[in-house]
């Protein structure tokens, strides 16, 4: 769009600032200044992160001031760093930034809901960066960039340069620094684009329930009744991305959302799809978003039809596509929709215990929200032989930065007060464990119970309780056979099942010893009962 803009309020002293400029322009520069840069057949953008692949959680740092130190949840999701260091790194960053020919600057916002928006600034060496964050904020109109004003938070991307491993507090070469009273980030030593993604959900996350506002990290989507909003929350593998993408069902977003007082909303512009294995069969609507303005990263393609083989994990298994709401085929504009009817954890559970579908009471999803459970399987991770249990606080510690609790008792309020009904799916193991026996449900099976979730198919169906895990198992589900709703049923030896379930309920058990304190007598009493709880 070709704006000026002055950024003397961030220390950049660069003449050459290309702000919000076109896609094609993007593609441009990087073909001329970002090597490993190509287009593809279809016209997206082939990119490398360099030598990180994926974020870099043990480097991230948020800096403590009296403002939010009661605040933050503080631990190794949110490790604290000093205000001198920060200006150190700040420094660093912004001297490093003024030594580049040309610099993009890229003003958009977070948050669809005007009443709740924050507006972003990224500062960023590299067009990969800037378009990258093109797609992912929301795009403002020429009017809106016009009166844009200052920024209430600003991105510095010096990710080329090393953080000083001899700076107090630095663990590695990389840094990414978070400073909620002067509203600005700095990354130093990465140039995986996700951090800047992750970077501004992390500040939504913090402002947010000072609102009154639910910060979430799912998907959400809606059906041709505008009160049919679902939402689903769930770790990687566990299919948030794949069943919010319905042909049938309007998308909202697929990864980060808010819920306020007059529905929810999409905080982003764009969608960030994992593209490892990615099909037109199984993923046609992802698939066919990947065109001329989509981002690629690290994806192999032949060098000749410039066609991208997604099986190509040789650079990394963490391959992904960028590219702006759009392009999903049913996305809704804006991405605003009303209050949820139905809440949905996603979960893979390679130990084959729990149901593909149970009805979950209020308390019992507040411990199911605060566990997070998934589980990684044999072969996913060097030294993993056996089914292991992974438990991420409200489907996402990693962005966390009130203690989880806060955000469970806002959920629990949010479901009461607008009756929405809280269901567990298991996308993972049935009729045994993973490697003996087991096999992962269906997704043809699990595309029906979501669509009876979504049609109300299962709100007055029987039920049975589960031993240990205490919610309702629903004993019919159209389309999907009976017997592989009962996972005890399913197993070849019915005792095997019960001693897996043991294990798993103490897994959940000894997870959740560290909220206990924060956490009220009737949600620690809705979680599994063995041992001595039985």
Same mark, same amino acid.
Request: hydrophobic letters at 35%; glycine letters at 8%.
């Given at each position: 769009?070709?704006?000026?803009v002055?950024?003397?309020?961030q220390?950049?002293s660069?003449?050459?600032?290309?702000?919000?400029?076109?896609?094609?322009?993007?593609?441009?520069?990087?073909?001329?200044?970002?090597?490993?840069?190509?287009?593809?057949?279809?016209g997206?953008?082939?990119?490398?992160?360099g030598?990180?692949?994926?974020?870099?959680?043990?480097?991230?740092r948020?800096?403590?001031?009296?403002?939010?130190?009661?605040?933050?949840?503080?631990?190794?999701?949110?490790?604290?760093?000093?205000?001198?260091t920060?200006?150190?790194?700040?420094?660093?960053?912004?001297?490093?930034?003024?030594t580049?020919?040309?610099l993009?600057?890229?003003?958009?916002?977070?948050?669809?809901?005007?009443n709740y928006?924050?507006?972003?600034?990224?500062?960023a060496?590299?067009?990969?960066?800037?378009?990258?964050?093109?797609?992912? #904020?929301i795009?403002?109109?020429?009017? &809106?960039?016009? /009166?844009?004003g200052?920024?209430?938070? $600003?991105?510095? *991307?010096? +990710?080329?340069?090393?953080?000083?491993?001899f700076?107090?507090?630095?663990?590695?070469?990389?840094?990414?620094?978070?400073?909620?009273?002067?509203?600005?980030?700095?990354i130093?030593?990465?140039?995986?684009?996700g951090?800047?993604?992750?970077?501004?959900?992390?500040?939504?996350?913090?402002?947010?329930?000072?609102?009154?506002?639910?910060?979430?990290?799912?998907?959400?989507?809606?059906?041709?009744?505008?009160?049919?909003?679902a939402?689903f929350?769930?770790?990687?593998?566990?299919?948030?991305?794949?069943?919010?993408?319905?042909?049938?069902?309007?998308?909202?977003?697929?990864?980060?959302?808010?819920?306020?007082?007059?529905?929810?909303?999409?905080?982003?512009?764009?969608?960030?799809a994992k593209?490892?294995? #990615?099909?037109?069969?199984?993923?046609? &609507?992802i698939? /066919?978003?990947?065109?001329?303005?989509? $981002?690629?990263? *690290?994806? +192999?393609?032949?060098?000749?039809?410039?066609?991208?083989?997604?099986?190509?994990?040789s650079?990394?298994?963490?391959?992904?596509?960028?590219?702006p709401?759009?392009?999903?085929?049913?996305?809704?504009?804006?991405?605003?929709?009303?209050?949820?009817?139905?809440?949905?954890?996603?979960?893979?559970?390679?130990?084959g215990?729990?149901?593909?579908?149970?009805?979950?009471?209020?308390?019992?999803?507040?411990?199911?929200?605060?566990?997070?459970?998934?589980?990684?399987v044999?072969?996913?991770?060097?030294?993993?032989?056996?089914?292991?249990?992974?438990?991420?606080?409200c489907?996402?510690?990693?962005?966390?930065?009130?203690?989880?609790?806060k955000?469970?008792?806002?959920?629990?309020?949010?479901?009461r007060?607008?009756?929405?009904?809280?269901?567990?799916?298991?996308?993972?193991?049935?009729?045994?464990?993973?490697?003996?026996?087991?096999?992962?449900?269906?997704?043809?099976?699990?595309?029906?119970?979501?669509?009876?979730?979504?049609?109300?198919?299962?709100?007055?169906?029987?039920t049975?309780?589960?031993?240990?895990?205490?919610?309702?198992i629903p004993?019919?589900?159209?389309?999907?056979?009976?017997?592989?709703?009962?996972?005890?049923?399913?197993?070849?030896n019915?005792?095997?099942?019960?001693?897996?379930?043991?294990k798993?309920?103490?897994?959940?058990?000894?997870?959740?010893?560290?909220?206990?304190?924060?956490?009220?007598?009737?949600i620690?009493?809705?979680?599994?009962?063995?041992?001595?709880?039985?």
């Amino acid at each position: 769009m070709g704006n000026k803009v002055d950024l003397s309020k961030q220390k950049i002293s660069v003449e050459n600032i290309i702000r919000n400029p076109s896609p094609a322009r993007f593609y441009e520069d990087a073909i001329k200044y970002d090597p490993g840069s190509a287009i593809t057949d279809t016209g997206a953008l082939v990119v490398r992160s360099g030598k990180r692949t994926g974020r870099s959680p043990a480097d991230k740092r948020v800096v403590n001031t009296p403002e939010i130190e009661k605040d933050v949840w503080w631990g190794n999701v949110n490790i604290a760093l000093d205000e001198h260091t920060f200006d150190i790194n700040h420094q660093r960053a912004t001297d490093y930034l003024n030594t580049r020919e040309r610099l993009y600057v890229i003003d958009g916002f977070a948050g669809w809901d005007p009443n709740y928006r924050l507006k972003v600034r990224i500062i960023a060496e590299r067009p990969y960066h800037g378009l990258f964050m093109h797609n992912m #904020l929301i795009r403002p109109t020429a009017e &809106e960039l016009e /009166n844009f004003g200052e920024p209430d938070f $600003v991105v510095y *991307n010096a +990710g080329k340069f090393p953080a000083n491993r001899f700076t107090e507090g630095m663990t590695s070469d990389a840094s990414v620094d978070v400073n909620f009273k002067r509203g600005e980030m700095v990354i130093l030593g990465t140039e995986y684009a996700g951090e800047m993604k992750k970077g501004i959900f992390t500040v939504m996350h913090y402002l947010m329930p000072k609102k009154n506002v639910l910060s979430m990290h799912c998907s959400a989507n809606e059906g041709e009744d505008p009160e049919d909003v679902a939402l689903f929350f769930g770790l990687s593998g566990t299919g948030k991305t794949t069943l919010s993408a319905d042909h049938s069902r309007q998308l909202i977003g697929d990864d980060e959302h808010c819920w306020s007082e007059d529905g929810v909303f999409n905080i982003e512009g764009g969608c960030y799809a994992k593209t490892i294995n #990615l099909s037109e069969e199984k993923e046609p &609507e992802i698939y /066919n978003a990947i065109k001329f303005g989509t $981002v690629l990263e *690290n994806v +192999g393609y032949d060098s000749d039809t410039r066609k991208v083989d997604y099986d190509d994990v040789s650079i990394t298994q963490n391959t992904r596509a960028s590219y702006p709401i759009e392009f999903i085929s049913n996305s809704k504009i804006p991405c605003t929709a009303g209050h949820p009817k139905n809440i949905i954890f996603l979960t893979y559970d390679a130990f084959g215990v729990l149901p593909p579908v149970s009805k979950l009471s209020p308390e019992q999803a507040m411990y199911h929200f605060i566990s997070g459970y998934t589980a990684k399987v044999a072969g996913t991770e060097v030294g993993i032989t056996e089914p292991e249990a992974t438990f991420s606080a409200c489907f996402g510690a990693a962005f966390l930065v009130w203690p989880p609790a806060k955000y469970a008792e806002m959920l629990a309020e949010k479901m009461r007060t607008h009756n929405a009904k809280a269901w567990l799916v298991n996308t993972g193991i049935t009729g045994g464990a993973y490697g003996k026996g087991g096999e992962r449900i269906n997704l043809k099976n699990t595309r029906a119970i979501i669509n009876a979730i979504h049609e109300g198919k299962l709100n007055d169906v029987d039920t049975v309780e589960d031993e240990v895990f205490g919610f309702q198992i629903p004993t019919s589900c159209p389309e999907v056979p009976s017997e592989i709703l009962q996972p005890r049923n399913s197993w070849s030896n019915a005792g095997e099942y019960d001693a897996q379930a043991e294990k798993l309920g103490k897994l959940f058990q000894k997870n959740f010893d560290k909220y206990k304190a924060e956490s009220s007598k009737e949600i620690i009493q809705a979680g599994p009962k063995v041992g001595a709880e039985v």
